[in-house]
């Protein structure tokens, strides 16, 4: 091929390599779209298994399909003690991510079977990582500290298990209820970097389970699903909302990355950042302050005037980290978190990708050695 043909789009930035009808963005107005639905009104009328049950099967389900979609995957939350033993193996000094990672790709060896053809093993293949994701994360929590993992509880919604089986202890109804709105906000977002490479392993048929570690491995990136760990630190080093400014100011001066700030899609503030701020401070009415929401919110006030004319705005990472911190939350699992919410997403996108299936194979700019003559060893300086 002739390269000097080709045109180099670093990152495949604005370039279209697929159709989709999941997510919808308007990066100009700050709108957010599953399905058709804005994510407002999804935060507010909906929950995380009904939001996940539309991205993943096109339309909202009737009274009676969510029931039985609910009741799935509340029958297969509990892990097999061969996978609860392999993680006991892992070393606790371990990142969650990477043992996530180990785990939902482990399942691939307990349902071995690949009929992607078959909606039957399709369906169980989204209520077992749908249902097994979040025991997963509880469970190597407590492995870690030294404890036995504890067992999901059938009398529980989705998102209060979850906290149950973290934290050991059943979980206030509106702490339960605002984690519940943040899988919402996470549950997908277009063809970012760990969507794209669960569609790019989907397209070569293997399982889903590989599919969704695959995504997993992605997420764990710092640019990507591990910047919300990031903005915590960032908050704790700049310690008070007076020093906002000055950090501001140096980190601009020095070209540093402001962790929390900028998206690749959205030139206004990210819809779901206030959603997440309004979230935040439902948590603080009810369990008291978090002195580095102040600094947060000064960060942003100061950040306005000097990044907003070049579209930089708060995007979903900068306030649920804060979220997370509030309902107790380790810093290490905000990104294991965000993979129980958008693995409702990738599910999708492997659906959809099987759909009208065509392997990725992008081309490339060669940029190496014009074509030369080998050189005998004894002759190589």
């Not at 140096?250 to 206030?274: L, T």
Request: glycine share 6%; with cysteine; charged share 25%.
């Amino acid at each position: 091929m002739d390269s000097n043909k080709l045109i180099l789009k670093p990152g495949l930035e604005g370039v279209p390599v697929t159709n989709s009808s999941i997510c919808d963005i308007d990066g100009n107005k700050g709108k957010l779209l599953y399905r058709g639905y804005s994510i407002e009104e999804l935060s507010q009328k909906s929950s995380f298994l009904e939001t996940a049950y539309l991205l993943i099967w096109g339309e909202l389900p009737t009274a009676i399909q969510l029931r039985d979609f609910e009741q799935e995957v509340q029958m297969h939350r509990r892990l097999s003690f061969r996978v609860r033993d392999m993680m006991k193996c892992f070393p606790a000094t371990g990142h969650p991510m990477d043992a996530l990672q180990s785990s939902a790709a482990s399942l691939g060896l307990f349902y071995s079977r690949r009929a992607i053809d078959d909606p039957n093993y399709i369906y169980n293949a989204v209520i077992r990582l749908i249902a097994k994701i979040p025991t997963m994360i509880a469970a190597f929590q407590l492995i870690r500290k030294g404890q036995d993992p504890i067992q999901p509880r059938d009398d529980l919604t989705y998102s209060s298990n979850f906290l149950y089986m973290l934290t050991e202890k059943e979980q206030d109804p509106i702490a339960a209820k605002v984690f519940d709105r943040c899988l919402i906000l996470h549950a997908e977002h277009s063809l970012n970097a760990s969507t794209f490479s669960a569609r790019v392993t989907a397209s070569t048929l293997t399982d889903p389970y590989a599919v969704i570690a695959s995504a997993v491995g992605t997420l764990a990136g710092p640019l990507h699903g591990g910047a919300n760990e990031d903005v915590i630190a960032m908050l704790e080093e700049i310690k008070t909302p007076e020093n906002a400014a000055s950090f501001l100011d140096n980190a601009i001066k020095n070209k540093s990355k402001i962790m929390g700030f900028g998206h690749r899609e959205y030139k206004v503030k990210d819809p779901r950042a206030i959603i997440l701020q309004k979230l935040a401070e439902e948590l603080f009415i009810r369990f008291g302050a978090d002195e580095m929401y102040e600094v947060a919110k000064s960060l942003e006030a100061e950040a306005i005037p000097r990044l907003g004319p070049k579209g930089i705005f708060p995007n979903v990472d900068f306030y649920s980290g804060l979220v997370y911190r509030k309902l107790g939350i380790p810093r290490d699992l905000f990104t294991p978190i965000f993979a129980i919410s958008r693995v409702a997403g990738w599910l999708a996108h492997w659906r959809e990708q099987l759909g009208a299936n065509r392997i990725f194979r992008p081309s490339q700019i060669y940029t190496g050695s014009a074509p030369r003559d080998w050189i005998s060893l004894e002759n190589r300086k």
